[in-house]
């Protein structure tokens, strides 16, 4: 079978890593790498077809693979691509989790996969992860015997976790280990929170395929799609083979391709410090990113660099052709200096949407600027874009539901009614399994708590209630965690708005880490009703980009910094704290421990912090934006 390694991907939509232990490439879109691991499944089929044989496949389950089964539907669909001799093995499941319930991988690739393409049942191969504990092992060698029946795994698709596992082999499983019961690792058990509404309710063990078992496999591809991402991938292509990280393993196979985006990219050695790797194109914004690095490495501001801090780290090339030192200096000094501004909008009033992809983000991400927006006299609008009902806790609903019902009771207020939907939600939430989803009056009643929290949010930063507005996109309602693609129902229901108030200025979630994360789809969307109005108008609003609440952008890429005074940190962490269902405990915090509002803050004032280091004024805190390039996602 033809190696990977022969056909890469054309280097248009991908680039090669260089100084990597292992092939790996970088796409500029999940879109197009989808598209490449999709191809090469597709032509191992048709290669095996050829020659009259069974393709086998190994197949993960996550967030990472949605969009490669996307495309393969789309091929088998439009393009007659053709699984009847096709035979696969899932990597994993859960043990103890029946495969109805919306957690289980049985479940899961039947509705992402199996149920929309032709491959026959009895082809698919699934770990049990109901069986009693005294069967697991027989069935385990059973399922090792029936790959080594179909010929081995032609292709193994990988996903990749955080602490490295790969399947569920987490850190430190043995090198030749074969398909069994394993224990889950604590920081997949937090990164599976979200799926079973809570830590508590992720199952301990699993069964997977081994080390062994995937090393076993002809081909292997592993995709990353993630800043999440970034670090492992990171360790894994350029550190040395570790029982710590599972996935280095794969250094010791040898058709193995590694295919991730430019958020997994991100902390590569050719992507943070190209110029220490390869020969580098020096572009303004190389020299910037070299430059403030350097201001790192030495522990000097900008303006005290001088020649010898370049040649000692490497930097000749860039000294010799664009120095001296104090006109680079100089330059990204400058450059710097020009990304702070008071008056994001200007000083003309204008009007201004700021879109939020959940109830909390725009206060979290820039309450600070929308404080100034409002004093700057701009229009200011908040467009939710979903009710962010899932993120509730059960007691909060409990709790409010019996308080309106009491507040009925006291006014008079149909007493009938409200008894009757509070006692239809205290049964719905008594009869609720751990991780089951939400009856529909419990949904309504946790959006309107999320909804009466946003409110109060953008009222302490001066917003005007007439100018807010919940949009409740169609694409969140599932009830679950996983969300469907975004639909032309959105796009008309942001458009809508922006024909209807006519901003000059929006912003926008810019999180475009997590491809599968609501603030992409929320971003996907935007873009698509904004490329609409330009297409039909020919001109669009000016869009700013914010990051949420997980991470800040590089000084590098600050494109504006709106500098925060202590006074506006504290109406903008009273703003934070109006999202009460979200303080103390969140029901999604994600890996990070500190609650919403000391993020914003230490973010905050982490980039003041390292404004100050290179030698800029010292500001308290600075939120900071990009300029949105016109590219659609
Ligand atoms: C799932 C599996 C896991 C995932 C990994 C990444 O079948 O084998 O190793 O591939 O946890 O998960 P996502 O893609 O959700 O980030």
């Known amino acids: 079978m033809a190696k990977i390694l022969h056909t890469p991907p054309s280097p248009t939509t991908a680039r090669l890593v260089t100084g990597a ?22 032509s191992v089929i048709h290669e095996r077809n050829a020659l009259g044989q069974n393709a ?60 929309h393409i032709n491959v026959p049942r009895e082809n698919i191969n699934i770990p049990d992860g109901t069986l009693p504990l005294e069967e697991v092992n027989a069935f385990c060698d059973a399922y090792e015997a029936k790959i080594q029946q179909a010929g081995g795994i032609d292709v193994m698709l990988l996903g990749i976790g955080r602490n490295g596992h790969i399947g569920f082999n987490e850190p430190f499983s043995v090198r030749n280990s074969r398909t069994r019961l394993c224990t889950l690792d604590p920081i997949t058990r937090v990164d599976a929170a979200s799926d079973f509404f809570g ?46 990280n599972p996935a280095s393993y794969l250094q010791e196979h040898e058709d193995v391709s590694v295919l991730i985006d430019l958020a997994a990219a991100k902390e590569l050695s050719a992507v943070t410090t190209p110029w220490l790797v390869g020969i580098v194109d020096w572009t303004d914004s190389m020299i910037k990113r070299a430059v403030i690095w350097l201001c790192e490495q030495s522990g000097k501001a900008l303006l005290k660099l001088d020649d010898d801090d370049f040649r000692n780290h490497n930097l000749h090339y860039l000294l010799r052709h664009h120095g001296p030192a104090p006109t680079l200096a100089h330059r990204v000094f400058r450059w710097m200096m020009d990304t702070i501004d008071y008056h994001p909008a200007g000083r003309d009033a204008k009007r201004v949407i700021c879109f939020s992809p959940h109830p909390d983000d725009d206060v979290i991400s820039m309450g600070g600027t929308l404080i100034r927006l409002v004093e700057d006299q701009h229009e200011t609008h908040i467009a939710y874009m979903t ?60 959006g309107l708590i999320r909804w009466s929290e946003a409110k109060a949010g953008a009222l302490t930063v001066g917003c ?6 919940f949009l409740d996109l169609p694409f969140y309602r599932t009830g679950a965690v996983d969300k469907k693609p975004i639909g032309p129902e959105d796009v008309a229901i942001i458009r809508e708005l922006i024909e209807r108030i006519q901003p000059q200025q929006i912003y926008v979630a810019g999180d ?14 935007i873009f698509l009703a904004l490329q609409e109005i330009e297409l039909a108008t020919g001109s ?56 919403f509002w000391q993020r914003a803050e230490d973010r905050n004032k982490g980039t003041a912090a390292r404004y100050n280091q290179i030698g800029l004024p010292e500001f308290f805190a600075l939120e900071a934006f990009v300029r949105w390039d016109g590219v659609p996602l």
Not at 512 to 525: F, I, K, M, Q, Y
Request: glycine share 6%.
């Open 21 to 42: 232990k292992l092939p790996a490439y970088v796409f500029d879109s999940a879109k197009d790498l989808a598209r490449r691991v999709a191809g090469v499944i597709a």
């Open 56 to 115: 086998v496949l190994g197949l993960p389950t996550g967030s990472t693979p949605v969009s490669v089964y996307r495309e393969l539907i789309r091929m088998h669909r439009e393009e007659g691509l053709d699984f009847s001799n096709v035979v696969t093995f899932n990597l994993d499941e859960y043990y103890g989790i029946h495969p109805d319930r919306s957690q289980s991988y049985q479940r899961w690739m039947r509705e992402h996969l199996f149920d």
């Open 199 to 244: 830590e508590e309710n992720v199952p301990t063990q699993a069964i997977t395929m081994g080390l062994g078992s995937i090393l076993s496999s002809r081909k292997v591809l592993l995709i990353a799609l993630g800043e999440s991402k970034a670090r492992i991938i990171r360790e894994t292509l350029e550190n040395e083979v570790t029982a710590r």
């Open 387 to 446: 009710s962010g009902n899932i993120a509730v806790f059960d007691h909060d609903a409990r709790r409010v539901a019996d308080m309106v019902t009491e507040y009925n009771r006291l006014f008079g207020i149909d007493e009938k009614k409200s008894t009757e939907v509070e006692a239809s939600v205290n049964e719905a939430l008594t009869k609720k399994v751990p991780g089951q989803f939400d009856h529909e009056a419990v949904l309504k009643i946790k």
């Open 464 to 469: 005007q209630e007439k100018n807010l507005h």
């Open 512 to 525: 475009l880490s997590d491809p599968h994360g609501t603030h992409r789809v929320c971003a996907e969307a």
């Open 540 to 595: 669009r609003p000016d869009v700013l980009l914010y990051r949420g609440a997980w991470q800040e952008y590089e000084l590098d890429e600050i494109e504006i910094a709106v500098p925060l005074s202590p006074g506006d940190m504290e109406l903008k962490r009273e703003a934070i704290f109006m999202h009460e269902s979200q303080k103390d405990e969140a029901l999604f915090p994600g890996s990070d421990p500190r609650e």
